[in-house]
């Protein structure tokens, strides 16, 4: 399968209406007119041409409307049914004044599929067609391709049996999550500079090569639980149009693998390291020691108790001391078969691996404590913006009013206010108390549940804090 283009090299003026009546006379019999051909395979292992999915994805796009038949694929990782044209259609299209026909076609033509004019006003021609307009068109079709792929979300969690025999150790289903900055109960400002943050990153190709750096970009999502720190991540990804990668760094055996599993991941990505603070021994180094010191001081206190008994060994002490030794080599065992990922190869990896593999990337870590996070870690640089997601105010439970129950404004608003102010609750349950129950329950039944639970919580709160 292959798509060729085919423009008119040159064309006295009076001809050229005469030409467009017969476009397809023409393009058969006539030769001033230039092919070039895309083959759908390329190489020696008939690899499927970038150009020619370029192009495809272009022609979809622009010209199903003129084009008569359409055949309807099913494109391998497109989220929507792609119409091109059927084989042996022909669409038009004017690029600076040339006309240039499509047509996609099973066997190779015999018409030659370069001819040569060198003088310059063919030569005009030519160099507008190879040069401007296919850069275009690639280009174009690839941006229209990234547009319609489907998104991928891709975890590392080794749940599948088979998950041994597979080269990769990430796996993936297709990300579909419904989550957007519209809908996201955070102050509007913020919102703003986080999406002005990503849209500035993501285009940011020429700068970033500027500048000598990797194309990457850190956040650090960090609140309490149920701020909406994993929908923030979603709606991200839906922003940029990138898939997620959610590295679950408990169950990544050492460094190496980790390396290995941050170079397969793709360009056009997210890579989230959720929990950071619970993923990985943040005090690695010294907890080591202070087993260490914790064990020696047993084998000390042992001896000692050694040297007051008897001189012979009775053969409860013998147990005894096995069981002793038992135990130290358990908790050796123990320590080995965990995790070795340390915070240094985090660091590392995370600040060298870009360099390689270049494309875009942005790496989140969250948690629930940022006071517990090591400054390496978080340094800027390396977590380039800090966002903190925070409990509810009342401009948050206004955005959840507006998506859960359609009202803007409502007599209650004012209580709500007045409560949130004194509360402190996550937007995760005040979306629970807001959220309809049943069809019948309109916006004054769940704003006045919210209302009582609210109180409740703030009650609860009081009594707390009087017995501390
Ligand atoms: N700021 C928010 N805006 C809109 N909805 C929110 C927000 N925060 C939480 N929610 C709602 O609460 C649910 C839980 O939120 P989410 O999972 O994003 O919290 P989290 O901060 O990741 O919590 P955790 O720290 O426990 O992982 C979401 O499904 C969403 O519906
Ligand atoms: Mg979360």
């Known amino acids: 399968?292959?798509?060729?283009?085919?423009?008119?090299?040159?064309?006295?003026?009076?001809?050229?209406?005469?030409?467009?009546?017969?476009?397809?006379?023409?393009?058969?019999?006539?030769?001033?007119?230039?092919?070039?051909?895309?083959?759908?395979?390329?190489?020696?292992?008939?690899?499927?041409?970038?150009?020619?999915?370029?192009?495809?994805?272009?022609?979809?796009?622009?010209?199903?409307?003129?084009?008569?038949?359409?055949?309807?694929?099913?494109?391998?990782?497109?989220?929507?049914?792609?119409?091109?044209?059927?084989?042996?259609?022909?669409?038009?299209?004017?690029?600076?004044?040339?006309?240039?026909?499509?047509?996609?076609?099973?066997?190779?033509?015999?018409?030659?599929?370069?001819?040569?004019?060198?003088?310059?006003?063919?030569?005009?021609?030519?160099?507008?067609?190879?040069?401007?307009?296919?850069?275009?068109?690639?280009?174009?079709?690839?941006?229209?391709?990234?547009?319609?792929?489907?998104?991928?979300?891709?975890?590392?969690?080794?749940?599948?049996?088979?998950?041994?025999?597979?080269?990769?150790?990430?796996?993936?289903?297709?990300?579909?999550?419904?989550?957007?900055?519209?809908?996201?109960?955070?102050?509007?400002?913020?919102?703003?500079a986080i999406k002005n943050d990503l849209i500035k990153f993501s285009k940011g190709k020429e700068y970033y090569t500027k500048i000598g750096k990797p194309w990457k970009r850190g956040y650090l999502l960090y609140g309490p639980p149920g701020t909406g720190k994993s929908t923030m991540i979603a709606a991200m990804a839906n922003l940029l149009d990138y898939d997620i990668y959610d590295l679950e760094l408990t169950?990544?055996?050492?460094?190496?693998?980790?390396?290995?599993?941050?170079?397969?991941?793709?360009?056009?990505?997210?890579?989230?390291?959720?929990?950071?603070?619970?993923?990985i021994d943040l005090t690695g180094q010294r907890r080591k020691e202070k087993k260490k010191y914790e064990s020696s001081q047993r084998k000390k206190k042992k001896k000692a108790k050694k040297k007051t008994t008897k001189k012979g060994e009775s053969e409860e002490e013998k147990e005894g001391e096995d069981g002793n030794g038992d135990e130290e080599v358990e908790s050796e065992d123990e320590t080995e078969s965990s995790s070795k990922v340390t915070l240094s190869g985090l660091l590392n990896i995370i600040d060298g691996i870009w360099s390689a593999s270049g494309g875009e990337r942005v790496i989140i870590f969250t948690t629930n404590h940022v006071e517990k996070l090591d400054e390496a870690l978080i340094r800027k640089g390396r977590m380039d913006k800090h966002i903190e997601l925070s409990y509810c105010d009342f401009e948050g439970f206004k955005v959840l009013a507006k998506n859960y129950l359609s009202i803007e404004t409502h007599p209650l608003f004012e209580v709500v206010r007045g409560l949130l102010e004194k509360t402190k609750v996550?937007?995760?349950?005040?979306?629970?108390?807001?959220?309809?129950?049943?069809?019948?329950?309109?916006?004054?039944?769940?704003?006045?549940?919210?209302?009582?639970?609210?109180?409740?919580?703030?009650?609860?709160?009081?009594?707390?804090?009087?017995?501390?």
């Open 1 to 192: 399968m292959f798509i060729y283009a085919m423009f008119q090299q040159y064309f006295p003026y009076e001809l050229r209406g005469h030409a467009h009546k017969y476009t397809q006379k023409l393009v058969t019999y006539f030769y001033p007119y230039i092919q070039i051909t895309f083959h759908e395979l390329t190489g020696e292992k008939l690899k499927r041409s970038d150009a020619y999915f370029a192009i495809q994805n272009y022609l979809a796009d622009h010209t199903t409307a003129t084009a008569k038949r359409l055949k309807a694929d099913v494109v391998k990782g497109s989220k929507s049914l792609v119409l091109t044209m059927d084989d042996h259609e022909q669409v038009m299209e004017e690029f600076q004044g040339i006309k240039i026909w499509w047509s996609s076609n099973k066997n190779t033509p015999k018409r030659p599929s370069f001819s040569f004019y060198p003088k310059t006003e063919e030569r005009r021609y030519r160099d507008a067609i190879t040069k401007s307009y296919i850069d275009k068109v690639l280009k174009d079709g690839k941006a229209i391709a990234v547009r319609n792929r489907e998104r991928k979300l891709y975890t590392n969690n080794p749940s599948d049996s088979w998950y041994e025999y597979q080269s990769t150790k990430w796996s993936h289903v297709q990300f579909e999550h419904p989550a957007n900055f519209e809908t996201l109960a955070m102050a509007e400002n913020e919102k703003e």
């Open 426 to 468: 996550s937007p995760a349950d005040v979306a629970e108390s807001l959220m309809q129950k049943a069809v019948e329950e309109d916006a004054d039944i769940c704003l006045n549940r919210l209302i009582r639970d609210l109180e409740s919580k703030s009650a609860k709160e009081g009594e707390q804090s009087k017995e501390a």
């Open 251 to 279: 169950t990544v055996k050492d460094n190496s693998e980790l390396r290995k599993l941050l170079i397969e991941t793709t360009s056009k990505s997210i890579i989230i390291i959720e929990d950071i603070d619970c993923s």
